[in-house]
């Protein structure tokens, strides 16, 4: 009996784990045939989950592209005066570039080339420049350029949408003292041009230019060594006067010498008046000579000018030149009154009757 009943117990166990074996098979053929129906269904959602990438992907491109169109062709300095002073919360880096010398020549054709340039290169403002050099005989002084003359309508400022502003400007090359009487004896012809500069050649020149003369700039040679050291105290009243020294830059393209000269003259002037009042000009005669008002600031950090400075020097010094050479044209002096308080003790000397006539 013991032994059929453990025989039993064994079939019992035999049938139990049969049973499980089939249950077991039963559920893997259920995964088995559950896995085909989803496969497609994992399918179809990666598929669109793709064509959402490549759609992203491609609207990025085309911003992308489009904006290096945009600088590229149309607006070269968008990134440099407006997307990163808008990003950094600051205004426009350097606004309106100015080049107060275009030298005049007599083909027209050259000196439209000049404009144009200056205007594709983003220049706002020119001063086309007469110069006169009374140690030439027969030199008299012409009645200025009116931009009617050269252009039916004015060129479009790079980035601007906004036409070039054309100015007139004297140069008076002054070797002797009696040059100068052309400028204090007010000639009408003087007067017709918004700027008037001056070009000593004499260290006694500079200084009576700095002190005493009614212009709006001081040249600095930059063609030779200088025939005189720079001193503090004319400087300091030029700068106070609010008269603007000039460096030119196209001298020292052509030459190796002349940039020699062009640095170490620059160099002198900085470790006096320290970048204040200083602008950098092209004094250009041809269109190859001019360079883009970035370059320039640049080419300041060069000359010894601080960062600020040298971006002044074609923008912001540049139109305080053009206001103070307006005000020499219209303004003589300006008066300034303020009422003196009085003390106690000059109260008590003023008899009573004129007090109540002060009082009314």
Not at 204 to 227: G, Q, R
């Amino acid at each position: 009996m013991t032994v059929m009943n453990t025989e039993l117990e064994k079939y019992q166990l035999r049938q139990q784990e049969e049973a499980e074996a089939e249950m077991f098979k039963m559920r893997d053929a259920k995964d088995m045939k559950s896995t085909p129906h989803q496969t497609p269904c994992l399918g179809a959602n990666t598929s669109k989950w793709k064509r959402v990438l490549w759609s992203f992907v491609f609207f990025y491109a085309s911003i992308s592209i489009g904006f290096l169109c945009y600088v590229f062709f149309i607006d070269p300095t968008f990134v440099f005066e407006t997307m990163i002073p808008g990003i950094l919360g600051r205004r426009r880096i350097l606004g309106r570039f100015v080049d107060l010398n275009l030298r005049k020549s007599s083909d027209t054709k050259a000196l439209k080339g000049l404009v144009e340039n200056a205007a594709h290169l983003g220049y706002s403002t020119v001063a086309i420049n007469h110069v006169v050099d009374f140690k030439e005989k027969k030199q008299e002084i012409d009645k200025p350029i009116v931009p009617s003359e050269l252009f039916s309508s004015l060129p479009i400022v790079q980035g601007k949408s906004k036409p070039i502003k054309i100015l007139s400007r004297l140069t008076l090359i002054v070797s002797d003292p009696s040059h100068c009487n052309v400028l204090r004896a007010t000639s009408s012809r003087v007067k017709l041009y918004d700027i008037v500069a001056v070009f000593p050649k004499t260290e006694k020149l500079f200084h009576v230019a700095c002190t005493s003369l009614d212009v709006d700039l001081v040249c600095i040679t930059v063609t030779e060594k200088l025939p005189f050291y720079f001193r503090r105290p004319p400087i300091n009243v030029a700068i106070e006067r609010g008269i603007g020294f000039e460096l030119t830059y196209s001298s020292a393209i052509k030459d190796s010498t002349m940039r020699r000269y062009t640095i170490s003259n620059a160099l002198s002037l900085m470790q006096i008046c320290k970048g204040k009042n200083v602008i950098v000009s092209s004094g250009a005669e041809r269109p190859l000579e001019i360079r883009g008002p970035y370059d320039i600031a640049n080419l300041g950090l060069l000359f010894g000018l601080s960062e600020s400075d040298a971006k002044a020097a074609v923008s912001t010094n540049c139109r305080a030149i053009l206001l103070h050479g307006e005000t020499r044209k219209t303004a003589f002096g300006i008066i300034y009154t303020t009422k003196k308080p009085r003390t106690t003790e000059e109260d008590d000397s003023v008899p009573a009757c004129k007090k109540a006539k002060c009082e009314d």
